[in-house]
């Protein structure tokens, strides 16, 4: 039976060494290894031999699978190989590939993160607040009351339920204060809603930049320098700063901040309402606290709001505001970084 083993691993072996398909392959791994194979057949004659014999031998038949088994799946494995090799012959791997088409944020996002990145080396945090706000936190907590004009139909956006959109990002101050005793320091970028006729240079979205800051002793010197060490930062020593005093029912006094850069075409250009927070909204904060936290006598705070659209559209040089809501890809692709 030894002999008989021997010559059939040669003729398994050679017919393997034929088959050049996966067809022929099959036909082999069927004849030697099938239940009907010619190996199983010869493991079927183990039952004539006799008890010493039957050890050796089914050895040898155990070996003899073993073999014709890897042999078999080495060259399966060769033949995918080949024929996977033979499917991409015709890709030419050296040819430039497609570029996927690669995103990027936003000339307005880029101007946030930008603006974010110099307030938080100053220790500002990030604060945040619903774009659909009570009229409490939007206004009368602000120092705003009923019959001021900001509240007019004509100006605000009111949900039928009395909510409105905010007009402001003012109302995070209002927020963050009711929530956390001072000291506060905080910025709260985020979109703000007037009932404007859009046009060329109006959105009724707009984008805003919310600051507060409130610790004993803050005072109207650390408003301008907090605020020129932003601009000085955002585009370089040489940018002049004008505080203009304005109304503010929320500030006393109040400012309104104009720069004048030549990064920005060197004309001046209003970008902020400022000012030192009227005692009357600490006194309101309280009163929603049930506390004194905000004690003016103890504490101040100056509070600004940037607009970020008129920023963004010089930084872009375009002149209509309606194109950074279009998302046409032209305008976007262009100012992919700022
Ligand atoms: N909320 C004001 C506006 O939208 C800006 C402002 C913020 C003014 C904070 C003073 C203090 O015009």
Redesign the pocket.
Known sequence: METQIESLRIEALSALAGASDAASLKEVRVNFLGKTGSISLLSEGMRHLSKEDRPLIGKLLNELRTAVTAALNEKEGALAAASDAAAFAFIDATLPGTKPEAGSLHPLTLLVDRAVQIFRRLGFAIADGPDIETEWHCFDALNTPADHPARNEQDTFYLPDGHLLR????SI?IRTMVQQPPPIRIIAPGA?YRRDEVDATHLAQFT?M?GLYVAPKVSLADLKGTIEFFFHELFGPGTEIRFRPHF?P??EP?YEIDIRTEALGGKWMEL????MVDPAVFAEVNKARGDDAYDPEKISGF???FGLDRLAMNLTGISDIRMLTQNDLRFLSRFNSL
């Open positions: 007009t402001h990002t003012s101050q703000a805003q919310e503010f929320f500030t109040s902020a309402g400022c000012g509070a600004f709001g």
